[in-house]
């Protein structure tokens, strides 16, 4: 599920228009509709902590990996199954056991599955680090070439700023996956403007060639 932030009644760590992802939330439910009482989202700060839904208005809601359980008389909790075991919120804030990791799975199946391709592109464009490297790990994963020409784009800034840092790497490998003449001529110009490269990329521009 992903959510808008509607009204952030002054609070610092969420902003207007935002979107949010749920990773787990509660509704109240009647004979008619769901009232939505609270989505546990990860803030601004980086945070994963509950907000009261009056804050959020829902866009996207077609993820099927959430599994539900009724916590009182007509109010369930519904928690995304990658992380729904016990104890798991406990684990996660003291990062104990394999919660990071299990929380990882579940943000790339929801981004997967209810992340737009605006949204995306806004990231790679973004100056959010920590939310770059987890898309362009997602993207490496899932082999999508919807997004060479704004990563290739993402790219010469970095070599241009000189800001060779893991992401690049994850660049690099993420367009060698794709023959065309995009890349082509993205890693010609790299090898002819870079005489001392970088020896990862190197190997990784070699092997594209090569293969």
Known sequence: MRVKCIENSNRHN???NKMYTVYEGEYIADAYERQYVMFKIQNDYGSVIPYDAQYFEISSDK????LEKEVS???YRFTHKFISYDKFWSMFY???GTSLDDFRSAKKDIYKLEMSRGEICEIIKGDNQDELDFILE???ETNDSN???EVIRLSHKQLNERMLNQNVETVFLYVSNFKNDCVNNFFIEYLSENEKGNEK???IVIDYFNS
């Open 147 to 149: 997004f060479i020409e």
């Open 138 to 140: 997602l993207l490496l």
């Open 94 to 96: 003291d990062e104990a």
């Open 201 to 203: 990329l190197d190997k």
């Open 73 to 75: 008389e007509n109010k």
């Open 63 to 66: 993820n099927p990996n959430y």
């Open 14 to 16: 969420i902003t207007i």
